[in-house]
């Protein structure tokens, strides 16, 4: 057998030339901080068998170093080469969460930022905080991309895909100029979107609207924005990761805001109600108690028509029409329309909940089959939506019109 490997060049004991060529090569790389790997006749090298030799033979490393490809190959037959960087299976298991935490990171730095610095600025606790100068345009333009894209699925729905796609583009042209724009809620409401449009079975838009947004991010911002590293990180993150990044995107805002405004701020309930409804809508067994402040608590602190109440009985309604419970919107809608009328001051907010009350109330009357109730209901919306119309150029309103229109097409056919 020795024999037989001695013919085909396979030899047991590592020689003189080979180890001095070996132990020449492992110190320069040493010294240049490379990494090394050597073999001999293409067979790996134990080290520690080269270093008891080299001590054995009185093998000492040479003052002046010579690159193993000044040695004779034909002689040494050894050879060495750079291995390839490893990755550990650890570092593999945990590379999917790098994205999302720092994501987080960049969230909580847009937030702090921003406050501390002023750029997101309130006059008092219980208004509204200015945070774009151009705040009024971009929470137009978010009504705008919301829009769009419910009213092309509502178009899709009903076989009208030129309609849709028309929809479709205005919402993603919008996304251009909403990713520039430095209004607080433009990056949760992006986030959400996605989110409902991979909920609702359509995956294909989901994707194509998150590789828009990051590509967006990629044209339109420098650097060194505020948002930049924020849109590249949803960027490279999978979409099937965004359900949980969403939650815990939501869970900073709000913890952030009640921390700078306090727990008495419209914008820090409004982010509570962002993280309420998420999850209201993606779990079923979460209860309304779960996640809502009572009714009686906002009604003693605020008033019976403050837009808080109305905000939480509105959600009550919705969440519950996506149960398919039409008996408890018919009843919460009742209360949000008797709610609503009394609203004098501010009329925006009169026909914006007279609006989104009839509507969910004709729609559970609806499939409740009642006929003459659901009409009278549906037509009561449109008119609200008409009045709200005239207070500015608010299209919020767009897809329940597509909705008001399928249904009420389709009652003329009832007996």
Known sequence: MNTELKRWGYLKNIKRAQAVAIVRERDLRKAEGRTFDFTIQSRPVDLLKVERHAQRAGIQTPSSHHHLQNLDPRSTQVACVTPPPTTSVSLLREER?????????????????SFEAGLWSWSQKDQ????????????????TFLGGL???CEAADVNDFHLARSFWQKAFESVDRLVQGQYHDIIPNLIQKIND????GREDLARMLHQHIAECGQLFLKPDSSTAAIYTGLGKLEIT??????DRIMKRFKELFEFYLGPLSYNSFVMMMNHARRSLYRDEWVRFEDVLPPIYLLDSTFGISDRRTLDVIALRIDVAQKRKQFS????????LISRAEIIQNDRWQRFYNLTRGWF??????????????????????LANDDAL??????NIYDPQRITIGKYLQDMQDWP
């Open 360 to 381: 969910r109330l004709g729609c559970a009357q609806y499939f409740l089959r009642k006929k003459d109730e659901a009409i009278t209901s549906l037509n009561n919306a």
């Open 128 to 143: 509204i905080i200015n945070s774009s100068s151009k705040q009024s345009e971009e929470s137009n333009l978010i009504h």
């Open 241 to 246: 990761h965004m359900v949980a990044i969403e």
């Open 197 to 200: 449009l991979n909920r609702e």
């Open 97 to 113: 969460w790098r994205i999302p935490e720092r994501l987080l990171f960049d969230i909580d730095h847009l937030i702090k930022g």
């Open 150 to 152: 419910t009213s092309g």
């Open 328 to 335: 408890l919107v018919e009843s919460e809608a009742a209360i």
């Open 389 to 394: 119309r005239t207070l500015g150029d608010w």
